[in-house]
């Protein structure tokens, strides 16, 4: 089992930055493949950005490629994301996600992920 603790998410004007980071806990976070999901008011949770167990693939949803970057560090137990170009439309809840794989698998959909985080607010102004 895996608990996962989201940070990071803050309020930022239009065109900013922001790294979320997202701490595991557990011996075995090498063998998680991890998300990023995020839901906005009234909207369903979304897939935002993926990295397999082994760090050598990734893949991101259309609308924040470019601009996302997920990247994880397996010696600290933490996956990050990085947020460049924020856009209002950005502003959601971020979750932060595990599930365990014996592949470079990347699932895009909330039911791959049997680990969630509580999640961490990101408002972007205009």
């Known amino acids: 089992q895996v608990q996962l603790v989201e940070s990071g998410g803050e309020l930022v004007q239009a065109g900013g930055s922001l790294r979320l980071s997202c701490a595991a806990s557990?011996?075995?976070?090498?063998?998680?493949?991890m998300g990023w999901f995020r839901q906005a008011p009234g909207k369903e949770r979304e897939f935002v950005a993926g990295?397999?167990?082994?760090?050598?693939?990734?893949y991101y949803t259309d609308s924040v490629k470019g601009r996302f970057t997920i990247s994880r560090d397996n010696a600290k137990n933490t996956v990050y994301l990085q947020m460049n170009s924020l856009k209002p439309e950005d502003t959601a809840v971020f979750y932060c996600?595990?599930?365990?794989?014996?592949?470079?698998?990347?699932?895009?959909?909330?039911?791959?992920?049997?680990?969630w985080g509580q999640g961490t607010q990101v408002t972007v102004s205009s």
């Open positions: 996600a595990a599930a365990e794989t014996f592949s470079n698998i990347i699932f895009t959909t909330k039911t791959g992920y049997k680990y």
């Open positions: 557990g011996r075995t976070f090498s063998s998680y493949t």
């Open positions: 990295i397999s167990r082994n760090d050598e693939r990734t």
